[in-house]
């Protein structure tokens, strides 16, 4: 099993023994207002299982961040807007817990996710997608040296026409050149 570490984060590939979690997150509005509205405890269930799907056909995805024994949220690499032919790349996502919000942990975690992606699996490249106003991930992206590629902003087809997360913005990140 992957697991990495920072000074301060723990993260390990997500488990079912994740769920209670996953619906603790799913739960919260100030959390999934940005990702669409709170999820049911069944969109929480076909969620976690659509992680650990993704890992077993994939050899990685979403990890539990947890910083020391406090769990802080959920951050890793996933192909499924690439799979399903929105964007080209593979996109680092989080989705924290509300109350670890504003210590770092979204970057810190996202970068050691980003570096285990360019050493240990070989990506020439990692993508960061969210929509249009969410000025926190887009903070996060700035903050991991991701560019923002104004050309390939799109309307997400997931998203109904008109509504306000539908327009969703591309960040970049090219993976070191070797030594």
């Known amino acids: 099993m992957i697991e990495l570490e920072t000074s301060r984060l723990k993260l390990r590939p997500v488990s079912e023994n994740d769920l ?64 399903r032919g929105f964007v080209s790349g593979i996109e680092v996502a989080w989705r924290l817990a509300f109350e670890q919000w504003g210590n770092g942990y979204a970057t810190e975690a996202a970068r050691v996710v980003i570096e285990h992606g360019f050493a240990a699996l070989g990506l020439n490249e990692v993508i960061g997608v969210t929509h249009v106003g969410n000025l926190r991930s887009r903070r996060v992206m700035d903050r991991l040296g991701m560019q923002h ?31």
């Open 20 to 83: 209670d979690r996953v619906r603790a997150i799913g739960s919260d509005l100030r959390v999934m207002a940005s990702l669409g509205g709170i999820l049911s405890d069944d969109e929480c269930r076909v969620w976690l299982e659509r992680q650990l799907a993704h890992w077993r056909t994939h050899g990685y995805g979403r990890f539990r961040v947890d910083v020391g024994a406090r769990f802080a949220g959920f951050v890793g690499l996933s192909r499924s807007d690439f799979d």
């Open 149 to 179: 590629a104004p050309g390939e902003t799109f309307e997400h087809p997931s998203v109904p026409a008109g509504h306000p997360l539908r327009m969703h913005v591309v960040y970049r990140l090219c993976a070191p050149p070797l030594r």
